[in-house]
């Protein structure tokens, strides 16, 4: 039996969740999908009881089932499949709804921890809605914020018919400043459809994602240099200094790398910063003992401070991709496709956490490259 694709939708109290999940119970959008919910709203749903559980299961006048969760989130999914194999009630995909205060790695890492769930799910993206209005507040107040947005694979931004333009510009900016890697879009109920939530398949690795997660955190950190350049050099640039800015280190009035951050005057998110992300690629093959050291002194060390890894490995004498996922301490390890040629193999490391030493994970990871030496005979595989 073919896994179902779970999506999971995150964002802070008021972004829009609940009005998103009406969107998709009500739409005739002619799609089998089940929609896991904390509790109803106030707004009255025409519905009819499908499981008599501790969970509430209800069928939709769309077809859509809307779940009511009581109990743990495995429970709920046991209920879902015994609906789907017991009742018959079609199933083709699966959304939850996080609470306002939670952390989405909890959630995913049941995926990853539960066998009987791995058998018959898969997590297909986790989408976090921003609030345009109230996210800088948020940010200042509250950890979980930042947590949901470094988590996602995809972002949106609600209420932005309410925010002018200029400060729409500075809460994208800061919302990148936190998560660069992931698509950063505006939400609209009267256009988005439930194909841009059902098929984003981004959760898991692919070559393509590779691509875009590298360039846009290439991307991020050439604006960031310019950006902080731009604000901190008081002289003109001629043609040697703007070589430098490519160069942090070079230049008189940059510096490191961790600390440039972008100045929003009078805003409260100068936290922002203690989230770091990093991809990293490797041309060379990589051993195999030395990977597998190199991300078990990794999750030993800053496990609970990482918030999302994932990657496609080159590892030496091994005809496949290795493809790794994870989420803090939890991770899942298999097979991709066969390399056609030695130009087409290439590892690509993408890390998102908090605090995490930027500098000190690139230069360890070198470590893991088939026949690296070092003048230390005593040195390990990853130092830090």
Not at 36 to 64: F, K, P, T
Request: glycine share 4%; aromatic share 6%.
């Amino acid at each position: 039996m073919p896994q179902i694709p779970v999506s999971i939708i995150t964002g802070f109290l008021g972004a829009g969740k609940t009005t998103l999940i009406n969107h998709i119970l009500k739409e005739d959008h002619g799609q089998a999908v089940a929609v896991i919910i904390n509790e109803y709203g106030e707004e009255s749903i025409d519905h009819r009881l499908v499981m008599a559980v501790e969970e509430d299961i209800y069928q939709m006048a769309n077809g859509c089932l809307c779940c009511t969760l009581r109990t743990d989130i495995a429970d709920m999914l046991r209920s879902i499949l015994k609906a789907k194999e017991e009742k018959g009630v079609a199933i083709d995909h699966i959304i939850i709804e996080t609470t306002g205060m939670a952390d989405p790695a909890p959630i995913v890492q049941t995926f990853f921890n539960l066998p009987f769930l791995k058998q018959h799910f898969r997590i297909n993206g986790v989408i976090c809605l921003v609030d345009s209005l109230y996210i800088e507040k948020q940010l200042a107040w509250q950890s979980e914020p930042e947590k949901q947005i470094a988590f996602a694979d995809h972002l949106y931004l609600t209420k932005t018919d309410q925010v002018k333009q200029e400060r729409l510009h500075e809460i994208e900016d800061l919302v990148r400043q936190i998560n660069p890697m992931a698509p950063l879009d505006l939400l609209d109920l009267s256009t988005i459809h439930l194909d841009d939530i059902l098929q984003m398949d981004a959760f898991m690795m692919t070559e393509e994602q590779v691509h875009l997660m590298r360039k846009a955190q290439e991307v991020f950190e050439e604006e960031q240099v310019h950006s902080h350049c731009q604000k901190s050099c008081p002289h003109e640039h001629d043609e040697e200094d703007r070589q430098s800015i490519s160069n942090p280190s070079s230049c008189d009035y940059a510096q490191k790398e961790e600390d440039i951050v972008h100045d929003h005057k009078h805003h409260e998110h100068d936290h922002h910063s203690s989230v770091v992300s990093l991809a990293i690629h490797e041309k060379e093959p990589l051993s195999l003992e030395a990977i597998q050291m190199w991300l078990n002194e990794l999750i030993s060390y800053y496990g609970p401070q990482l918030y999302r890894y994932k990657g496609i490995l080159s590892v030496a004498n091994v005809p496949n991709q290795i493809i790794i996922q994870g989420v803090q301490m939890s991770f899942d390890v298999s097979e991709g496709r066969p390399f056609i040629s030695e130009e087409d193999r290439e590892s690509t490391l993408v890390l998102i956490g908090h605090s995490l030493p930027k500098e000190e994970l690139m230069e360890s990871f070198k470590s893991t490259v088939l026949g690296y030496t070092s003048d230390d005979p005593y040195r390990q595989p990853l130092d830090f």
